[in-house]
C-alpha cells in the first residue's frame, strides 16, 4: 500500500498546485488586515472535488480558515495536516512576487517557502490518498489558517473548535527537522515623554529620545541577567529586539515623544504579565534615580504568546521519524525552532500534540526571491504522504 500511495505522488501535479496558490494574493497588511477568501475558496473546491468534506470557518469578516475531512473507516487515531494561508507584503520582493516561477530545480514566489509549497503537498497528499482509494482507519483532516503572519486569530479560532483530532503536523519551514518545541512572543512598547522648546535652547525643554536612550541602556545591560534566571532545557533564555523607534518630527525642536518596540521572545513558563513586571521593575528604579523620568510600557497579550513543547515521545514525533527515515534513508534531527507557529495554538489551545516540520530554508522565508527547492518539496510530500499512513492506521488500545 505505501509504495501504490508513493508512486501516486507526481512531482508536476504537486509543483502545479504550489505555483496556483502562490499567484494567488493572500498578503497581510501590517499586523491586522489580510484577506484569505480567495485562496481559501480555492483549496475549499480542491479538497471537495476530491472527496473531502468542507467547511470555512471565518475567524473575522474576510479571514476564514478552510478545514477539508475524510473519514476514516474504523475510527482510529486522526491527523491534520496543516499550513496557513496568509503571506507577508511583496515590498521589496526582486522577482515577481505572484508568477510562481519554476527556474534550475527551485520554485519562486512570495509563499515559496513560507508556507505555500508545503501547503500544496498537504492537499496533494491528501488528494492522492483519496484518488488511489487507500483505506484509512483514522480520519485525515487537510487545513488552513488565515492570518498567522498577523496576530493568529485563524489558529485560535480553529484549535477552540476542532474535536477529535488526536495529532497534527504544522508545515513550516524546519529543513525537514522535527520541531518539538518554540518560543512564544508578545510585542512590548515602550514610550518616554520630554518637553518640547526650541533647539538652540535644548537646556530649556526635556528630550525623550535621550531618556529613551537611558531606559534602552539599562534594558540592554539588565534584561540579559534576568532572562538568564528562566533558561529553558530545550530553548534556551528569553530574548528581546528593539525593532522600531520613533520620536521627534524636527532636528531644531527638542522632541517630546520617543517610541520605541521590542520583539520579546518568551520560553514556557513566561507570560506577558510576567515579561511585563520584569521591565517595570527596571522602569521603577530610573524612576527613582530620576524623578523627571516619564516612561512607561504596555505590551501586546495574544496568542502568539504561548510557547510550545511536546515530548519526543509523542506518537505523531515517531511516526513522522519513522517516515522520514524511510523515506531519505536517514533520521531526522529533532529541533526547537526560534520562530513563533500556529502549532501553539494546537498545542495549548487545543491540547492537540502537534509538530513542525516542512521543507524550506527559513531563511529563505519573506525574502527578496523567496524560494524552494523542488526536490526537497517532493522528499517532503513523500514523507507526509507515509506519515499518514503510518499514523491513521495506528490501533487504538482496547
Known sequence: ????????????????LARDLIRIPS?????DEGDEREIANFIAKRLEDSGFVVRLQEAKTGRPNVIGTLRGSGGEYNLMLNGHLDTVETTGMTIDPFAGKVEEGKLYGRGAVDMKSALAALIYVGETVNRLGMELRGGLTISGCADEEGRAIGSRAMAQSLTGIDAAIVGEPTGMKIGIAHKGLTFITMRTYGKATHGSAPQLGVNAIMAMNKVLTALDAELPQLSGRKCHPALGSPTHNVGVIRGGYRANVVPDFCEVEIDRRMVPGETVQSVLGEINVILERLRREDPSLRVEASAVDWVKALPMDISKDEPIVQSVSRSHRAVTGKESELSTLPYWTDAS??????????????????????????????????TYARTIALTV????NRQKPP
Open 27 to 31: 498578503a497581510v497588511k501590517g499586523i
Open 345 to 378: 495554538s494546537f498545542v495549548n489551545l487545543g491540547h492537540i500534540p502537534t509538530v513542525v516540520y516542512g521543507p524550506g530554508d527559513i531563511s529563505q522565508a519573506h525574502s527578496a526571491a523567496e524560494h524552494i527547492d523542488i526536490n526537497e518539496l517532493l
Open 1 to 16: 500500500m505505501s509504495h501504490q500511495l508513493l508512486d501516486g505522488i507526481r512531482k508536476d501535479d504537486f509543483v502545479s
Open 389 to 392: 499512513l503510518d499514523y491513521c
